[in-house]
């Protein structure tokens, strides 16, 4: 059987059997793979660990009939045992590895792949807040994704401007005349920090207060939920 190497970060886990377990794991070349690892619920598995949610790693498979085998895997970064002692760390990567693995279901690519190993990695580190990191993942996912928001110019007719109608539906903001009756109105700082979140101007993003920044999170939750046309059960455990 066909083996084959790649670089990986573990979305989530599943037990089979007494000793099993299905590893989902989002690939640099080959997209979403869903492969067993055998005996690393075992004391004595030597890359048990290195198999958690949340970690990367240079793992080796071999093509099965219906999942493919994994049969080494060598850490690349051990972001799992940072994230998961800080709560807020854990439910915005559980959120991010959530939605990962909903846009990788038709297809993936390497920019979604270096995305979610950017922002665990920034996560770990505490580089920024976590719901701020989680925000700016999420809009920048769905960019990639081809639901790139706007909000500047009117996402439906294109006219530049500053506007103030948020419409999750039409892809951001709105002018007046494209605006439905009863549009939710934002503020400018509120609008101005959404579109930082997207661009990765984080001196901007920190600079802003949190009134601003509860706003711009429940934009982006709805923005996010209205595009995976379903809800994200992560979403719902995030430390705000």
Known sequence: MPVYRDEAVVLRTHKLGEADRIVTMLTRQHGKVRAVAKGVRRTASKFGARLEPFMVADVQLYEGRSLDIITQAESLGSYGALITADYPSYTAASAMV???????????????????????????????????????????????????????????????????????????????????????????????????????????????????????????????????????????????
């Not at 976590?130 to 999420?138: G, K, Q, V």
């Not at 500053?162 to 892809?171: I, P």
């Not at 009134?211 to 809800?231: D, F, M």
């Open 98 to 240: 959530e939605t990962a693995d909903k846009l990788s279901e038709a297809e993936s690519s390497l920019q979604q792949y270096l995305l979610l190993v950017g922002a665990l990695r920034s996560l770990s580190r505490k580089e920024h807040g976590a719901s701020l990191t989680l925000d700016s993942y999420l809009l920048r996912a769905l960019s990639m994704a081809g639901w790139a928001p706007s909000f500047h110019d009117c996402s439906r007719c294109g006219v530049a401007g500053e506007h103030s109608a948020v419409v999750v539906q039409l892809g951001g903001v709105v002018c007046d005349g494209c605006a439905p009756p009863g549009s939710p109105r934002l503020d400018t700082a509120t609008i101005t920090l959404l579109s930082a979140l997207l661009t990765g101007d984080w001196e901007h993003v920190e600079s802003t207060a949190e009134r601003t920044r509860a706003q711009a999170t429940g934009i982006v939750a709805a923005y996010t939920q209205w595009h995976l046309e379903r809800s994200l059960r992560s979403l719902e455990h995030v430390s705000r």
